[in-house]
């Protein structure tokens, strides 16, 4: 470690440049057991006897048995600690070890869903010092079970792309291009392909999958976040002291001012600015809840507070401007909180509460809270939960959610110990640090958090809590959104408002809406199936008419035609009609809605070596201005230069004559 990095870029020297020697506890154990690596630990050595047993391996030498017990480890800790596998950031980096982990075991014949049965050894080596991992064991087991299953379908879709690449080939070589989509796009291995490659007597271009390969790289450094760019929050030292528990006015002096992140001494009308006060009742945003807005008077002076946001560890800076006279530091200001915001902030802050512990409740102890944006108007709600959350589910929880606040149960706050807020039954995260004392919020014995937040005093006064929203964000991710109080109550109006103009336009009663919806879709799927019956009688009296247009070319009966009209699945039923009348043949057919061109091409399996449907559809969709593929016997393209149509099918019977001369 030698510079450091400020937030311009500039890299400046460390006053004592230091080296990290590596030497861990896993290195030192090595020593004590006389060991000459890690592996030969008598915790890597149990760990590489069970993975030996799980992949059927005689040779306890082999290097994959060190890499799926190491891989074992990362990945349950990373389960552990909140990381899912996904395709972006720390979920991204944990798919790729479980994967390679996972291919180290197809290396050694194992075929079959394995990793996660290691779980069960792993806890046992560390489930004493790591109790965390113990508690969390089934979740752990069940997240790289649904993982392992996943990669078996990728493995599965990555091998039809392969197959449709290596049918498609002229010569032996298999491009770079496709090794690498197999990889990035697909996650599917180059050694695997590789091994496929052998099995076939082929080779693999990796000149051009390592170039694939950099231009990946340059784009990711093109994209890198990591230089100057910081946040501009001034890391300010000192403290606040924030009165906002108790108080939502009160008097302060002005300590600092900052415009455009220089300190001044004084503020004119209309000057954007930030000001640090010795104390203050203005939340400051953090733990999810937003900063809190107001005003700064000092006599016929004021001070609009737009927002509040910490600076450094302690500093509370209010973002606003002068609106009225000016300040000046050392100024004495009064302080007032926007009161009907904070009330409105502090129901839905409680409400995350009382969610979270529902959700514990009704799905199960593994919900653990993922993220949280508590807003005057709405409150957001992320959390662990690897499925979708039934209409059923979602109905309990905000039932639940609704009973605790009508038993008005009070919140009570208490400043303890970490230790004693843990006994008490207060939910911590895995590896988060907490200081000497942390503030304990209960509502009864329902819900018991470490948080430092602002809330009600009793949660009758959150009034009414309604979920608008549930769904994935990332993958065993969810999001709950809701509203409280008089935004519950405006959303709910909202809803009966819709209903009753619904139930206008089907003219009928509001609570006959259901029925009258389902009489209209009754109706319109029995219309559909009419649509579909006539457009099926069109597609067979069509295709018998169009058979007498088919010209032969070289042994082959070829057909270009445009349907005025036709849907893509009536060209499609169409196609294949053609093809059972026509014999070895050679078709394409049009339809043009709008501007849009459709295209299918049929090729019969008996001529598919002279030609290929892909590039049949292709030859006429180059020239309305598309492309598309497909199989060797079906494919399909589009376009939008329908003016261009009529030469582009005239022109198929003299390209299927240059394919097969």
Known sequence: MQYDRDKNGKLNPLPKPSVDTGMGLERLAAIMQNGHSNYDIDLFQNLIAAVAKETNCKDKDNNS?????????????????????????????????????????????QK?????????????????????????????????????????????????????????MKGKEISGEIVFKLYDTYGFPADLTNDIARERE??????????????????????????????????????????????????????????????????????????????TPFYAESGGQIGDTGTLTCGKSKFEVKDTQKQGAAVFGHYGEVVEGSLKVGDTVTTHVDNERRQAIKANHSATHLLHAALRTILGEHVTQKGSQVQAERLRFDFSHSEAIT?????????????????????????????????????????????????????????????GGTHVTHTGDIGLFKITSEGGVAAGIR??????????????????????????????????????VNQLMDKTRSLEKELEQLKAK??????????????????????????????????????????????TSAIVLAAVNGKKVSLVAGVSKDATDKIKAGDLVNSVASQVGGKGGGRPDMAQAGGDKPENLPAALKGVADWVLGQTT
């Open 391 to 451: 209409a059923e589910q979602l109905k309990e929880i905000e039932h639940l959610v609704n009973q605790h606040i009508r038993l008005n149960h009070l919140v009570d706050t208490n400043i303890m110990k970490p230790e004693e807020a843990k006994a008490a039954g207060a939910m911590a995260l895995f590896g988060e640090k907490y200081g000497d004392e942390v503030r304990v919020l209960s509502m009864s014995e329902f819900s018991v958090e470490l948080c």
């Open 202 to 279: 082929l080779t693999l271009d990796m000149v051009g999958f390592d170039k694939e390969m950099q231009a990946q790289r340059e784009r990711a450094r093109a994209a890198s976040t990591f230089g100057g760019h910081y946040e501009e929050a001034l890391d300010i030292e000192g403290e606040t002291t924030f009165t906002g528990y108790e108080y939502l006015e009160g008097q302060s002096k002005i300590k600092a001012i900052y415009v455009e992140g220089k300190e001044v001494d004084a503020l004119v009308k209309n000057q954007p600015a930030m000001l640090v006060l010795e104390e």
């Open 112 to 168: 079959d869903a394995f990793f996660y049965k290691l779980v069960k050894p792993l806890v046992k080596e560390m489930g004493e010092a790591y109790p965390e991992l113990k508690q969390a064991q089934a979740k752990v087991e069940k997240a790289l079970h649904q993982e392992e299953e996943r990669f078996a379908e990728t493995l599965e879709k990555g091998m039809a792309i392969l197959e449709d690449a290596i049918s498609n």
């Open 538 to 583: 069109l597609a067979s009296s069509q295709g018998s008419d169009l058979t007498s247009q088919a010209v032969e070319v070289n042994g082959i009966k070829v057909l270009a035609a445009n349907l005025e009209g036709a849907d893509v699945k009536t060209l499609r039923d169409t196609l294949d009609q053609l093809k059972n009348k026509l014999g």
């Open 479 to 516: 999001r709950i959104e809701a509203v409280t109080a008089e935004y519950a109550m405006e959303w709910m109006d909202q809803g009966e408002n819709q209903l009753a103009e619904i139930a206008g336009m089907l003219k009928g009663k509001r609570d006959d809406v259901a029925n009258r």
């Open 65 to 109: 048995l060190k890499v799926i017990a190491d891989h074992i480890r990362s990945c349950s800790f990373l389960i552990v600690d909140g990381v899912l596998p996904s395709n972006e950031g720390r979920g991204y980096v944990l798919r790729r070890i479980i994967r390679r982990a996972i291919r180290h075991g197809h290396n050694l014949g």
